[in-house]
């Protein structure tokens, strides 16, 4: 019998879907989720998530520590937020019974390195971040959640100037973010 939900893809199904993902807003994107993980496997939703230079995605796991940290062992301000592409996020994680991936924002924008570079801020509804030198090219967690070929497709060599895993920020500017605001890249001043 045909299953209803969709299942894990194969490398060949993702490779066909690249030009969709890399099709996504290059100037602004809407923001589809947001997503707060207040212990480690647990995701919670809220309809606004306040974002804090100081405690990071407030309500977040990250504020008690993370996987990477500072010399004195706070955790890395680089990573307090994540923002995974949409297009992304529709392909591979709505897997049956997958658990969502944690990322902060879910947003339909292009994160690709020719269009948004490490140090370029970004307007995240209110709040302004920063897009990191930290890269994100998946982990063994995403391979056990989507599957051993997705973690391939987002982590490829050829892949990794796309970002499709997405980008690490840190917040440089407070504020809040909501389903239905957007990303977009914030003009050099």
Known sequence: SENSTPAMKTLDELNEQKPHLLAAPRS?????????RPEEGAREFPRQLEL?????AIGDNWERGTWLSLDDGSPSPDVQVSILPQRIYELICTVDGAIHPGDTVIADINLGEDNISVGQRLQVGTAVVQVSNVPN????????????D???????KENRRYRLRGVLCRIVQDGSV?????VSPVADS
């Open 137 to 148: 090219y998946g982990c063994d967690q995403w391979a056990h959640r989507y599957g051993r």
């Open 178 to 182: 909501a389903v239905g605001d957007s």
């Open 28 to 36: 602004a994107g809407p923001v589809t989720c947001v997503c707060i």
């Open 150 to 156: 997705a973690l391939r497709f987002v982590a490829h």
């Open 52 to 56: 804090s230079v100081r405690r990071g």
